[in-house]
C-alpha cells in the first residue's frame, strides 16, 4: 500500500494536456515539499519536479507541478510519444518518519 | 558530473544476508542525505531507508526496519544497505539516490542505475 494515491493510467493523444494526481494527507502533502520522476522504460527515475513547482535544468517547460491542501499534481502539455513513462510523486511523511511515493501512473501518448 | 553507482546485488537465500554499496562522485558527499528506494518486478518505488550526511539520523520505511541497516562512509564517499533476515519480497532493484540537503529528503537527484536482488532457494 503506497502512502500517495495515484491513478494507475492515463492516456492523451500527441499534442494534448494529460494531468496525474498525487493524493496524500496532513502528514505528507499537507505539510511537506512534494517531487515528481518520471521513469522511462528500463531506466532509473529521474527528477521531474521539485518544490512542488520547479523544474530541474535540462527538463521541458511542458512539465509543471501544483499543489492544493492534500493533492498534488502533474501537468504535461503538448505531449510526445517520449512522454511515455511512468510517473511518481513523492513526498515526506511525519507521522512515518519515512518518505513515501504514489504507486505510479503509466502514461501512454495515443 | 553528480554519478551514484550500486554494486553488491545478486541472488540471496531466504533468512540469509546482502550487502550493497553506492559509490558516489562529483559532489560533497558528507553534505547530503542518502535514501535508498527499491522497485519490485512489475511494481512501483518503495522508499526503503534514508540517512544524513553525518550519519547520525536515520530512518526505515516499516517493511525492513529491524532487518536492514543503513549506513555511510563518508571517508569513502560510499553508500550501504545491510539486508538481513531475507524474504522473497524483498526481491527487486535497489536504487540509491541523494536528498536535497544534509538532513533533507524533500527531492531526489540524482539515482543510481539500480542493483538487482534476488530472494530465492
Known amino acids: 500500500q503506497s502512502v500517495l494515491t495515484q491513478p494507475p493510467s492515463v492516456s492523451a493523444a500527441p499534442g494534448q494536456k494529460v494531468t496525474i494526481s498525487c493524493s496524500g494527507g496532513s502528514s505528507n502533502i499537507g505539510s511537506h515539499i512534494v517531487s515528481w520522476y518520471q521513469q522511462l522504460p528500463g531506466t532509473a527515475p529521474k527528477l521531474l519536479i521539485y518544490?512542488?513547482?520547479k523544474r530541474p535544468s535540462g527538463i521541458s517547460d511542458r512539465f509543471s507541478g501544483s499543489k492544493s491542501g492534500t493533492s498534488a499534481t502533474l501537468a504535461i502539455t503538448g505531449l510526445q510519444t517520449g512522454d511515455e513513462a511512468d510517473y511518481y510523486c513523492g513526498a515526506w511523511d511525519s507521522s512515518l518518519s519515512a518518505g513515501g511515493f504514489g504507486g505510479g501512473t503509466k502514461l501512454t501518448v495515443l | 558530473d553528480v554519478q551514484l553507482l550500486e554494486s553488491g546485488g545478486g541472488v540471496g537465500q531466504p533468512g540469509g544476508s546482502l550487502s550493497l554499496s553506492c559509490a558516489a562522485s562529483g559532489f560533497t558527499f558528507s553534505t547530503y542525505a542518502m535514501i535508498w528506494v527499491r522497485q519490485a518486478p512489475g511494481k512501483g518505488l518503495e522508499w526503503i531507508s534514508g540517512?544524513?550526511?553525518?550519519?547520525?539520523?536515520?530512518y526505515y520505511a516499516g517493511s525492513v526496519k529491524g532487518r536492514f541497516t543503513i549506513s555511510r562512509d563518508n571517508s569513502k564517499n560510499t553508500l550501504y544497505l545491510q539486508m538481513n533476515s531475507l524474504r522473497d519480497e524483498d526481491t527487486a532493484v535497489y536504487y540509491c539516490a541523494k536528498g536535497n540537503g544534509v538532513n533533507h529528503y524533500n527531492w531526489f537527484d540524482p539515482w543510481g542505475q539500480g542493483t538487482l536482488v534476488t530472494v530465492s532457494s
Open positions: 518544490e512542488t513547482n
Open positions: 540517512i544524513s550526511g553525518s550519519g547520525g539520523s536515520t
